[in-house]
């Protein structure tokens, strides 16, 4: 074989080798592409799931906060409620205390005996006095059931017993049922 023709067939082998090298380089970067889109896919596939999650949860964390400014909406709409039964009845305890007093300043005192020459000499005791500690000096002016609920609600505010708010009731009002009126007062003083 001449120098010129073992040249050639060294240079085709040469070549032969570039080409494989270079079919192998491709094929190796095509695989290195498809594993690389794959992973990409994979990842977004996990990241979509995730931000699914993410997004049940916030919504469910919406729901609950909602759930919770209702439920105070509805307390303070309750205790607004209560606040205005508070101050109806604290005006009543005024009114019915005024008419008392009215009554109580239309009545004639009683004459008091002349005390016997052993009582004159004694010290007055302060609490004889002064006028005994009750509700109202009588039933106040439109006797009723409201009339008597304001007047057992005064009673069990000032720690009066049950059954002596009763017995004031019963003296003083014609009551159809104390005892449910009495259940309602001394459960609303006791909660």
């Not at 997004?55 to 209560?82: H, K, M, P």
Request: glycine residues 6%.
């Amino acid at each position: 074989m001449s120098e010129g023709s073992r040249k050639q067939s060294t240079a085709a082998a040469a070549a032969d080798r570039v080409r494989a090298v270079l079919e192998a380089a491709e094929q190796s970067a095509a695989d290195l592409r498809a594993e690389a889109a794959q992973e990409i896919d994979a990842q977004l596939e996990r990241a979509e799931v995730v931000a699914g999650r993410l997004a049940e949860r916030a919504n469910q964390i919406e729901r609950s906060l909602q759930a919770i400014a209702d439920s105070v909406r509805d307390e303070l709409s309750a205790l607004r409620g209560d606040l205005e039964e508070l101050r109806a009845v604290g005006e009543g305890v005024t009114e019915a205390r005024t008419a008392a007093a009215e009554a109580a300043a239309a009545e004639p005192e009683p004459a008091e005996p002349e005390p016997e020459p052993a009582e004159a000499e004694q010290e007055p005791n302060p609490t004889e006095l002064a006028p005994a500690a009750s509700p109202a000096a009588g039933p106040p002016a439109g006797d009723g059931h409201e009339g008597a609920r304001v007047i057992a609600l005064n009673m069990a505010l000032n720690g009066s017993p049950r059954e002596e708010t009763a017995r004031y009731l019963d003296e003083n009002f014609e009551l159809e049922n104390p005892e449910a009126l009495l259940d309602e007062v001394y459960a609303r003083v006791g909660s």
